[in-house]
């Protein structure tokens, strides 16, 4: 493997001379990316006014059997970020180390970066993008959020402008293809999720995606460049979808709802925010409940836009790659121009409400004794609590026991969470089945 150290001298890209990009990473998304800048590079010339080379790539592994030259492969990370034949560093390895130390050795080295990497951002996002704006260089990372779906600078261009309200995400395709699943077969968790893992969407380690991880440093991530400061990730309140049933899923579809994974950013009050994942309810009129399967989807409120919501694909080589290019554009204009896309706020220590704070709807779903009395003592227990009940079903089931959902006006979470410990004292409950908030 050829080293990096004897190369040409550094110049500026110039008609004459293409934009040169490395890759860290030759997965799924590094191979998507290769081809799309070789495949498409009239078309990326043709829009930067200069020409794009992937002249190096980054691996771990060399003794891996590739349909690509050997020369253009090095294992020399360290190296490669600095070197003089590069002018920008896509960086999809993923993880936080070895990702965030070669992102800041490649900045130091005067290297714009791109990546793909939800983690590193959420993570450093305020630490890295600083360093960047200070030198004047590119960091974006339209990929690490929503996968193919343009969100990130969008949010940081054309929407800037707005108060956003309030953002909802499906962040993850993974639960949303588990969830999915579980709906239309009547699947429980535990099935839903083996069968994933068989069709190679969810990992044999499923922790990241189904305990909400995946979706925290996305949604961070949204909120950070919304309101212009890291979001401590420690503060974001996080609950994945392994304590959904199918039991949940049937009755909310009873009620009019869907079930969904969602990132959810609100401002609670001026210039404090509120950052949750947790599955929720939402109507089956919302527009984000019609996404289903592996498909991802943005929706937001914005004082002047009003509604609106971006779709599409979050994750495969394709999309991704597709981000990761667009990024590469923006690289490769502002080289031209002689600008960086790095000049927005992205702060440090985001100031966040608990999530005790919340006021919403919620669903509850309870096993109980099917005697005269039961539903007042229920009631009663509610009304001590403020809580007041908006709906119910109720299903009479053997040996005597029933079933009740209840559907909650607004309230806040510390009552409700105190009035279902009330609940879950009284003699004629025989179980506290679940609870999860109602949204839209
Ligand atoms: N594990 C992620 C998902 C991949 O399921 O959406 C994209 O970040």
Same mark, same amino acid.
């Given at each position: 493997m050829p080293s990096l150290s004897n190369q040409e001298p550094s110049s500026s890209p110039s008609a004459d001379r293409p934009v040169r990009v490395a890759l860290l990473g030759f997965g799924t998304v590094g191979s998507g990316t290769y081809r799309m800048v070789k495949d498409n590079q009239e078309e990326i010339a043709r829009k930067t006014g200069l020409a794009m080379e992937i002249v190096k790539i980054g691996i771990k592994d060399e003794t891996k059997k590739r349909s690509l030259p050997s020369s253009l492969f090095t294992t020399d990370l360290d190296e490669l970020v600095v070197s003089? +034949?590069?002018?920008v560093v896509v960086e999809l390895i993923g993880g936080e180390e070895p990702a965030a130390g070669l992102v800041e050795k490649a900045l130091l080295a005067k290297k714009h970066v791109v990546t793909a990497n939800k983690e590193l951002i959420a993570k450093h996002g305020s630490r890295l993008i600083t360093l960047a704006k200070d030198s004047g260089l590119d960091l974006h990372f339209e990929a690490a959020v929503g996968g193919g779906i343009p969100v990130v600078q969008p949010l940081k261009h054309q929407l800037a402008g707005n108060d956003v309200i309030k953002m909802m995400g499906i962040l993850n395709g993974t639960t949303n293809y588990i969830l999915t699943q579980m709906a239309t077969h009547g699947a429980d968790f535990a099935d839903a999720l083996a069968e994933a893992q068989q069709k190679g969407? #969810? +990992? #044999?380690?499923p922790t990241n995606d189904v305990d909400g991880i995946d979706t925290m440093y996305k949604t961070a991530i949204l909120a950070a460049i919304t309101f212009g400061k890291q979001v401590p990730l420690e503060q974001i309140h996080r609950e994945g979808i392994?304590?959904?049933?199918y039991a949940d899923i049937h009755a909310a579809q009873m009620l009019g709802y869907v079930i969904k994974l969602l990132g959810i950013v609100e401002e609670t009050k001026e210039g404090v925010i509120m950052v949750r994942v947790h599955p929720a309810l939402i109507p089956q009129t919302h527009q984000l409940a019609s996404v289903n399967d592996v498909y991802n989807a943005i929706w937001l409120k914005g004082d002047f836009v009003g509604d609106l919501m971006f779709s599409g694909r979050g994750a495969g080589a394709d999309p991704t790659a597709s981000a990761v290019v667009g990024d590469l554009i923006d690289v490769a204009r502002n080289i031209k121009m002689q600008g960086s896309g790095s000049a927005i706020p992205y702060g440090q220590d985001m100031p966040t409400s608990p999530i005790e704070e919340l006021e919403s709807r919620y669903y509850l779903r309870l096993t109980v004794e099917d005697t005269a009395g039961t539903l007042g003592q229920i009631a009663t227990a509610f009304g001590r609590r403020e809580v007041g009940l908006a709906a119910m079903e109720m299903r009479t089931k053997v040996g005597g026991l029933g079933e009740i959902v209840f559907l909650t006006h607004v309230c806040r979470e510390l009552d409700f969470v105190q009035a279902i410990g009330e609940v879950g004292r009284l003699g004629c409950i025989v179980s506290v089945n679940n609870w999860l908030r109602v949204e839209g």
């Open positions: 003089d +034949e590069i002018d969407y #969810a +990992e #044999a380690d392994r304590k959904v049933s």
